[in-house]
């Protein structure tokens, strides 16, 4: 061997020992990624999966960022603390088709005795909503059903006590327009009364109208009181 080919033979040794760095280091920067993004968020969408020794492409990284970066997810898009008592609460400029699903958490102090609503574009007949619950508590349960509702039910409660409302409205065009909510109502401070929870369901029966305004609403002037916090998410 000339000193020619000891010369490309260290070079060659030098370069495969840096190819095998870097190697390592991409590999050290690909498990420390995955330590931060929790795997769930990619079980079903991410287009590569690596295996441990596997050298990881930076295009291939990328891709799996971007899948993560694109896809949809509940999004808070508003949140209000009542700071007096109010009837209706309005959350305006959206977009049904776009968003597809609403969720309404509603932590609300009953100023008053009555029951909360969804109200869908500043629509008020009663025959445009059927409404449907099941609620109880320690004295068993009750159950009833309209085809001519004020809204989309979330619940009722007591005067001066507290009641929690989370729903789900599918909100797209082109079928009525569902919703179903939990409700725990009768929350009172001491606990001098018995609780009461339920499972509330509506439908807006109008298929064809974008969804660009929701208003949660009580039935009793006030009824809102101030205390009460109100938040909208939707798949974005």
Not at 36 to 59: D, R
Not at 93 to 114: C, H, P
Not at 133 to 155: D, K
Request: aromatic residues 8%; proline residues 2%; contains cysteine.
């Amino acid at each position: 061997m000339n000193d020619n080919d000891e010369i490309r033979a260290l070079v060659k040794i030098c370069v495969e020992a840096e190819l095998r760095k870097q190697r390592r280091q991409r590999l050290k920067w690909a498990g420390f990624i995955a330590v931060l993004i929790p795997v769930t968020l990619w079980a079903a969408t991410k287009p590569f999966h690596f295996s441990a020794g596997q050298e990881v492409k930076a295009s291939e990284m990328n891709a799996n960022f971007d899948a993560l970066y694109n896809e949809k997810k509940m999004a808070l898009i508003f949140e209000t603390d009542v700071s007096a008592a109010t009837q209706s609460v309005i959350v305006s400029g959206l977009n049904g088709d776009a968003d597809v699903e609403y969720q309404i958490i509603a932590r609300i102090k009953t100023g008053t005795a009555g029951a909360y609503w969804v109200r869908v574009n500043g629509d008020t007949a009663g025959a445009s909503y059927g409404q449907s619950y099941v609620q109880g508590s320690g004295a068993g349960p009750n159950a009833s059903a309209t085809t001519a509702a004020v809204g989309l039910a979330l619940g009722a409660g007591n005067a001066n006590d507290w009641a929690l409302f989370n729903a789900l409205l599918f909100a797209k065009t082109g079928a009525p327009r569902m919703l179903t909510a939990t409700q725990l109502q009768k929350v009172a401070n001491p606990l001098t009364t018995t609780m009461q929870s339920g499972v509330n369901t509506g439908v807006w029966i109008d298929q064809a109208s974008n969804i660009t305004q929701l208003e949660i609403y009580g039935d009793v002037a006030g009824s809102i009181a101030a205390g009460s916090h109100i938040e909208v998410w939707a798949r974005r």
